[in-house]
Nanobody
Framework: QVQLVESGGGLVQAGGSLRLSCAASERTFSNMAWFRQAPGNEREFVAGIHLGGGDTDYEDDVKGRFMISRDNTLTTVYLQMNSLKPEDTAVYFC???????????????????WGQGTQVTVSS
């Protein structure tokens, strides 16, 4: 059974940093991504990475503040979040897909596998 396990969420003051991790139970994915969902909002794409080539893409609001990366085993991805704002408060989800394409897709339905989510709260 495929598992994606997120960790690293928590409470931080505005301007602070957090690093999220997502560990996959197998090395069969081509792309992994981070999404977030704030109360009352739809789940939205934050950042994605092609595990083989390392190509990345970001939602406009986090460009320059967040960075997605992967480790050498290609089973763990990270989301380094800097200069956090209260509006970054949300549950952050890790997602993964197979397929081999280096294109970073953004719609939720393109990712069949999801983690349970980790809460990030940014206080003002």
């Amino acid at each position: 059974q495929v598992q994606l396990v997120e960790s690293g969420g928590g409470l931080v003051q505005a301007g602070g940093s957090l690093r999220l991790s997502c560990a996959a139970s197998e090395r069969t994915f081509s792309n992994m991504a981070w999404f977030r969902q704030a109360p009352g909002n739809e789940r939205e794409f934050v950042a994605g990475i092609h595990l083989g080539g390392g190509d990345t893409d970001y939602e406009d609001d986090v460009k320059g503040r967040f960075m997605i990366s992967r480790d050498n085993t290609l089973t763990t991805v990270y989301l380094q979040m800097n200069s956090l704002k209260p509006e970054d408060t949300a549950v952050y989800f890790c997602a993964a897909r197979r397929g081999g394409s280096s294109i970073i897709t953004k719609p939720q339905h393109t990712y069949p596998y999801w983690g349970q989510g980790t809460q990030v709260t940014v206080s003002s």
